[in-house]
């Protein structure tokens, strides 16, 4: 019976990384959106950062003139801090977490603070 329970356990844990390792972009996932002044205007030459808190590392996106980013190839099973900076300027940090299914989120950055120096 203890083999039986180990066996069972071991396809329950096996069968996703399976699925996953044949079809490696079913699960993907992205966010987009824009970066805007306190004015609400878009910025261009932005950068927007992309950490996955898991395994640290950051990724960076510079918007084009209509202040719009994309990120894509996401981990859905990793949580992702997001912000902006501009200049002098930054914006408040955005969460993506793991636990919101949904495909493609999309997260407007608001640059309205000074840095930290």
Known sequence: MRRL???VLFLTL?????????????ELRGVSGAVLDKDDHPV?????Y???????TVRTYITNGKGEYHFSGLDPNADYEL???HGDLTSP???VSSLDGR???VATLKINKEKKK
Do not use: C, G
């Open 50 to 56: 992309l950490k996955n808190t898991r395994t640290l």
């Open 5 to 7: 329970t180990v066996i």
């Open 103 to 105: 495909k493609e989120l």
């Open 44 to 48: 261009d030459s932005a950068v927007v």
């Open 14 to 26: 096996i069968t996703p990384v399976l699925a996953r390792a044949q079809n490696p972009n079913a």
């Open 83 to 85: 912000h902006a900076e």
């Open 93 to 95: 940090n955005h969460t």
